[in-house]
C-alpha cells in the first residue's frame, strides 16, 4: 500500500513533489481539539490573521506562481493571474461575510430582543481540484477560517506541491497548525474524510462523477454540511452581430483559456446557420494562431499542456469518438509527443450526431451546432443535465433577456466569455454543476449557519389563558 504521494510536471514529465500520505484520523482528532478556541476568537483577529496571509502570498508570489505553472502546466502569466486572486480573496471574503451574515437585532414582545448571530460548523474537509490549485480552494478555505471553523485541505492529487506551499502561508501568518492543515492523498483519503465522524462538513470543487459520489456517501447525513462546485457543459451562443471578429475571440477565450481545462470554459458552440461560415472561419483562424506550450516558453504560450497523459488520452478518445459517430472536423486535435500532454485546440461540428453526448470534456475541444432559430438556440443551450455558465454572444437586448430567463445556468453571460466569473458575485450552478450552495461572495452564506434567538435581560412571563 502506498505512504506517500508523488506529483510531476505536465510540461516535462519530471518528479515535482515527494510527500508522505496524510493521517486522517490524526489531523481530525488535532482539528476537533483547536477549532473551539479558534471560534472564541474575536472575529477582528481572526480577519487580520487572514489578511496577514494575504500579505505572505505577495511577499512570495513570484515562487508560488512559478510553482502553479510547474505542477499544472499553465502558463506563467496565468499563474501569476492565479496568485494575485488569492491575494484578492481575503478582502472580498472579509466583506463577504460582514455582508451576508452581519448580526441583527430586532424589537421583540414584551420588551425583549430578537437577535440573529452565526456559528461556525466545526471541522471542514475542502477538497480542491488540479487546474486552480491555490484560487478555487481559497474559495472556501479563507471564508471558512473566516467564520471560526477548522479546515482540512486535501488538495487534489495532482498538485500536493501547491496545496503545501498555500498552508504554509496561512501557518506564517500565524493561523494555528492545528486550524488550517494541509493533508496530501489521493482518492482513498477524500473518501476517509468525507465520511469521518469528526468532520462537520465537505467543501468541494471537482468533476460532477467525484461531487455525486460525495453526495451519495452523505445523502443520509443530513447533519453534514456538503457543498458541491462541480464541472459544466456549457454553451455559448452566437447570434446576429456584426462584430464578427470580437465574437471569435470571446469563443476562443471561453473554450482555450487553460487549456480548457476550467469548470466555465465553453463546450458547445451554438450558432445561427446563417453566420455560420463567417464566424467559424475567424474562429479557426484564430485558434490556428494560438500558441500552446510550456510554462516558461517564449514567446508566451496562450495555453500550456492539459494536467497528465491520462487526460490527454481521454480527450483523443473523445475526439475519435464524436468523429466516427458523425461529426466534422473543423480543427483536428493534434497531440505533437505522445510522451506529454500538449494537446492543441480542436473544434467539430457535431449537428448532424443523433446523440451529442452531455459529458463534460475537460480539454480544449470545442463542438459546433449550427440552428435555424432563437428558440432552438435556447432549446440546444439547456439540452443538458449541467447548469454552471451560457452565453449569449451578439443578439438584442430583448434576445438576451429571453435568453437569460430560459438558460438553465447559475451564471448567465452576454457579450462576455463563459470564463473569469467575479468572485464579487455568486459563482455556482444547477443541474449537476452544483447543490445550490455557490461559492465565490456567497461562500459566507455556508460557512457559518444562522442562529435565531429570543432575548430578554430578565425572565418575565405570565400564562393568561387556561388556568384554574
Same mark, same amino acid.
Given at each position: ?145 473566516? +467564520? ?117 470554459? +465553453? ?109 432552438? +438556440? ?91
Amino acid at each position: 500500500m502506498a505512504v506517500e504521494l508523488v506529483s510531476f510536471e505536465p510540461a516535462t514529465g519530471a518528479e515535482m513533489w515527494r510527500g508522505p500520505l496524510g493521517d486522517v484520523d490524526e489531523q481530525v482528532a488535532r482539528a476537533s481539539r483547536a477549532w473551539p478556541a479558534w471560534a472564541a476568537q474575536p472575529l477582528s483577529t481572526r480577519m487580520e490573521l487572514l489578511r496577514r496571509s494575504a500579505n505572505e502570498v505577495r511577499k512570495d508570489a513570484e515562487a508560488f506562481a512559478t510553482l502553479i505553472a510547474r505542477e499544472t502546466g499553465k502558463p506563467m502569466w496565468e499563474a501569476n493571474v492565479e496568485v494575485e486572486s488569492v491575494i484578492a480573496k481575503v478582502e472580498l471574503s472579509i466583506r463577504a461575510y460582514a455582508e451576508r451574515t452581519a448580526q441583527r437585532r430586532l424589537d421583540s414582545a414584551l420588551q425583549g430582543t430578537m437577535a440573529l448571530r452565526h456559528k461556525p460548523h466545526g471541522v471542514l474537509a475542502v477538497l480542491g481540484p488540479f487546474n486552480y490549485p491555490a484560487h478555487l480552494p481559497c474559495g472556501h478555505i479563507v471564508p471558512a477560517l473566516i +467564520a471560526g471553523n477548522a479546515v482540512i485541505f486535501k488538495p487534489s492529487e495532482k498538485v500536493p506541491a501547491s496545496g503545501e506551499f498555500l498552508a504554509r502561508c496561512f501557518h506564517k501568518a500565524g493561523v494555528p497548525a492545528a486550524i488550517m492543515q494541509f493533508c496530501a492523498g489521493g482518492p482513498a483519503e477524500g473518501q476517509k474524510l468525507v465520511a469521518h465522524e469528526g468532520v462537520n462538513g465537505v467543501l468541494f470543487t471537482g468533476s460532477a462523477h467525484t461531487g455525486i459520489t460525495i453526495n451519495r456517501r452523505l445523502a443520509a447525513r443530513p447533519d453534514k454540511l456538503v457543498t458541491l462546485e462541480m464541472g459544466g457543459n456549457n454553451p455559448i451562443v452566437v447570434w446576429d452581430t456584426p462584430k464578427i471578429t470580437d465574437a471569435a475571440a470571446i469563443v476562443v477565450q471561453s473554450a482555450f483559456a487553460s487549456a480548457g481545462q476550467r469548470c466555465t470554459a +465553453a463546450r458547445r458552440l451554438i450558432v445561427k446557420d446563417t453566420m455560420i461560415e463567417p464566424l467559424l472561419a475567424e474562429v479557426k483562424s484564430l485558434a490556428d494562431r494560438i500558441i500552446f506550450g510550456a510554462p516558461f516558453d517564449s514567446p508566451a504560450p496562450f495555453m500550456g499542456p492539459v494536467i497528465d497523459n491520462a487526460a490527454a488520452d481521454g480527450l483523443t478518445e473523445s475526439f475519435l469518438y464524436l468523429l466516427s459517430h458523425g461529426g466534422r472536423a473543423i480543427k483536428h486535435l493534434v497531440r505533437p509527443d505522445e510522451a506529454l500532454p500538449f494537446l492543441s485546440p480542436a473544434i467539430i461540428d457535431v449537428t448532424a450526431m443523433a446523440e451529442k453526448p452531455d459529458v463534460e470534456l475537460f480539454g480544449p475541444i470545442l463542438q459546433v451546432i449550427r440552428v435555424s432559430d432563437f428558440d432552438e +438556440a435556447i432549446a440546444e443551450a439547456n439540452a443538458t443535465r449541467y447548469g454552471l455558465v451560457a452565453a449569449l454572444v451578439g443578439g438584442t437586448p430583448q434576445e438576451y433577456n429571453r435568453f437569460w430567463g430560459h438558460a438553465r445556468a447559475g451564471i448567465v453571460n452576454w457579450n462576455r466569455p463563459t470564463i473569469g466569473p467575479s468572485h464579487a458575485a455568486p459563482v455556482g450552478g444547477t443541474g449537476l454543476s452544483g447543490n445550490h450552495r455557490p461559492s465565490g461572495f456567497y461562500a459566507a452564506d455556508y460557512c457559518a449557519y444562522p442562529v435565531a434567538s429570543g432575548e430578554m435581560e430578565q425572565p418575565r412571563a405570565a400564562i393568561g389563558v387556561g388556568l384554574r
